[in-house]
């Protein structure tokens, strides 16, 4: 499917509908933590057909203003220092920053970290490595 207006691109139905899929899972927490910020919920899952309108959205764009990626320092304040359940980070960014990639290194509880390139996003091997990581 190709995605026009803000957000344009090609999308896969078939890993919209496993990503719908492998999200259902009751003790899933979903979040955005994106730039998009709400407009995540209210236009880019609706036009894709992603079932994240009643996710939870991290916000603090506005924040970004140190030299500390204000996506890692969000997703701190959210999980804590040393979240006590694994997670998944799924972020195109997540290598260009130093500090969020020592913050992982230092966690007991390891995370599924997907790095998807910007201009493919999510493929079947990431879904294929969430699935693993979630026991599903």
């Known amino acids: 499917m190709t995605v026009a207006g803000a957000y344009p691109g090609h999308i896969s139905l078939e890993l919209v509908s496993q990503l719908n899929d492998f999200t259902a899972h009751p003790d899933l ?4 933590l994106t730039n998009w910020e709400r407009s995540a919920v209210t236009e880019y899952a609706p036009s894709i ?3 994240g309108t009643d996710w939870v959205v991290l916000e603090g764009l506005e924040n970004d ?3 500390d990626w204000w996506k890692l320092a969000v997703l701190r304040h ?3 220092d040393q979240p006590a359940e694994p997670f998944i980070w799924i ?3 997540i290598g260009s920053h130093p500090s ?3 913050w992982i290194d230092s966690l007991a509880v390891k995370p599924l ?3 998807p390139k910007t201009g493919r996003g999510i493929t079947r091997a990431d879904m294929a490595l969430m ?3 979630g026991g599903r």
Do not use: K, M
């Open 131 to 133: 699935r693993a990581f």
């Open 113 to 115: 970290i997907v790095i």
């Open 49 to 51: 057909g992603l079932n």
């Open 91 to 93: 972020d195109d960014d």
């Open 100 to 102: 969020a990639l020592e």
């Open 29 to 32: 927490v979903n979040v955005w």
């Open 65 to 67: 203003a140190s030299w």
């Open 78 to 80: 959210f999980l804590g």
